[in-house]
Nanobody, 120 residues
Framework: QVQLVEAGGGLVQAGDSLRLSCAAS????????MAWFRRPPGKEREFVAS????????FGAESMKGRFAISRDNALNAAYLQINTLKPEDTAIYYC?????????????WGQGTQVTVSS
């Protein structure tokens, strides 16, 4: 069993930047694939980015690759999502997720989410 706790969300203005963090506990972080998802108000949850144990990254869209950066620190059992030049449409609950290192990828573990609200 893995527990994930997000932090770093809040109310920000358009153009701001912030970094979300995800602390993992309960298992060996180094053998987990990590990801960030988000759920905008009234919309379905969407994939933002993922990072492998070897720091290989995947993004859900080119636009996300341009303003979003995912990273991890295996020594601290933590994953991060850097968001630059925030836009009102980035308003969402952001979730971190973890998957065992097998295929197909199944995002088995989820955090409770952290709210990001971007004012225009």
């Amino acid at each position: 069993q893995v527990q994930l706790v997000e932090a770093g969300g809040g109310l920000v203005q358009a153009g701001d930047s912030l970094r979300l963090s995800c602390a993992a506990s309960g298992d060996t972080f180094s053998v987990l694939r990590m990801a960030w998802f988000r759920r905008p108000p009234g919309k379905e949850r969407e994939f933002v980015a993922s990072i492998s144990t070897l720091h290989e990254t995947t993004f859900g869209a080119e636009s996300m690759k341009g303003r979003f950066a995912i990273s991890r620190d295996n020594a601290l059992n933590a994953a991060y999502l850097q968001i630059n030049t925030l836009k009102p449409e980035d308003t969402a609950i952001y979730y971190c997720a973890a998957a065992p290192l097998v295929t197909p990828i199944i995002w088995r573990y989820w955090g409770q989410g952290t709210q990001v609200t971007v004012s225009s």
